[in-house]
């Protein structure tokens, strides 16, 4: 079953180098080829012609945008006259690669003559090949998906075509270059590619900087509902990484699920019942709580996004475009999550939050306060109550 999935669906990259023999003397060819099975291991194997006989042979590999670069120490066998095999397995156990992330790598020699060897650099893409992707293009945006015919996928390129127009209306953003929107037919499929556990809400992911969307999209009657919602949401956050470049992540969180989740075409409609019924009950989240990160638990999560859209479009129609604009340049530089508020408004976060649970949710200001005085009223009333009856009752007595 292993050996067949291998080599049905593993991504396989062959790459030939042909030496020039004044720069590489010892090395006349190098082959590497480059299996993984997704979630478990990457094999690299390379096929060497030699005139030295190759005493030890490393492999270097890096994900793009990693910090971490891995070094294995290959197994080197003789494979004939001058001709060598090397492989080294990798298993992401040991250190796992974001899905679909392209994988840069290189081989350095040392030959018994005490001289070295080093190959230039190669890639692969680490593809989650458990599933048969296909693939339509239009334009900067390819479309991805394994369980669905090829108008499913037209609906995704539309709706992402949709879904950067609002985002334009909302902001403007940089033209949006390349961008490839991977569809799993469910959640569960999701969270195991992204190897989360625990966060069974989670459908939708944005790797910005790779320019790589995932989202699940099950055949469902929701299912175009979930796809405006779902695609806009993660396209915002890669416009966003492509905005500003690395010191995106220097923004709030709540700033950039915000945003993102203004982006939405069709809007999480449980966000206004929860909001409502929070606020009502004091139960919402201080805004500065959700300046890191927001919680993992289910119902706390939805809540964080729920206000996180509730505020950014507040101050979307507070401030405007340039008010938000001015706010996500002073966190891009630095700034921290109260600072950058003040910088860009003049206000405290807290203060800006009091105005916007008053003037967004006053209804349930009012409807809270009414709940707090509801037990006193009944009580006043009843106080009030017995005298009147009595009243009443006396009034009849006399009239008879
Ligand atoms: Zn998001």
Redesign the pocket.
């Known amino acids: 079953m292993r050996l067949g999935l291998l080599s049905t669906l593993a991504l396989i990259f062959l790459s030939v180098l042909s030496a020039p023999s004044r720069v590489y003397t010892q090395v006349e060819t190098l082959q590497t080829k480059v299996t993984h099975v997704f979630g478990e291991t990457i094999q690299f194997e390379a096929e060497v012609v030699s005139t030295s006989p190759i005493k030890a042979a490393v492999i270097f590999f890096q994900a793009d945008r990693d910090t971490r670069t891995n070094v294995g120490l290959a197994e080197v066998e003789t494979a004939g006259f001058r001709r060598y095999k090397l492989t080294y397995t990798h298993s992401t156990e040991d250190y796992s690669f974001r899905p679909f992330s392209a994988i840069r790598f290189h081989w350095e020699l040392t030959f018994q003559t005490g001289n070295t060897f080093t190959s230039p650099v190669d890639f692969f893409v680490y593809t989650d090949n458990r599933f048969d992707w296909q693939a339509l293009k239009e334009k900067d945006l390819s479309a991805y998906w394994y369980d669905g015919d090829l108008q499913f996928a037209q609906e995704i390129l539309d709706i992402a075509q949709d879904g950067q127009q609002k985002i334009q209306n909302l902001l403007p953003m940089p033209e949006a270059g390349a961008i490839q929107i991977y569809t799993y037919a469910d959640s569960a499929a999701l969270q195991t590619a992204l190897n989360i556990g625990g966060e069974s809400w989670v459908a939708?992911h944005?790797d910005p900087d790779l320019g790589v969307i995932l989202i699940a999209l099950p055949q469902t009657p929701e299912q175009q509902l979930l796809a405006r919602q779902r695609i806009p949401?993660?396209l915002m956050?890669v416009l966003m990484y492509r905005d500003v470049g690395p010191a995106y992540f220097n923004l709030p969180v709540w700033l950039?699920?915000g945003l993102?989740?203004a982006a939405e075409l069709y809007p999480n409609p449980d966000y206004q019942i929860l909001l409502q019924e929070s606020a009502a009950q004091d139960q919402l989240l201080p805004i500065r709580s959700l300046c890191e990160a927001f919680p993992r638990e289910a119902s706390s999560a939805l809540l964080s996004y729920a206000e996180a859209q509730s505020f950014t479009g507040y101050l979307h129609n507070r401030f405007g475009a340039s008010g938000l604009k001015t706010l996500i340049t002073a966190y891009a530089n630095g700034m921290d999550c109260e600072s950058g508020f003040k910088h860009a408004f003049g206000k405290d976060l807290s203060q800006l939050e009091r105005d916007w649970q008053r003037e967004v949710l006053s209804q349930n200001v009012a409807l809270k306060a009414f709940q707090n005085l509801l037990p006193w009223g009944v009580l006043l009333l009843a106080v009030l109550a017995v005298p009147l009856i009595m009243a009443l009752l006396n009034l009849r007595g006399s009239s008879v």
């Open positions: 939708g944005a949401h993660e956050h950039r699920e993102a989740s």
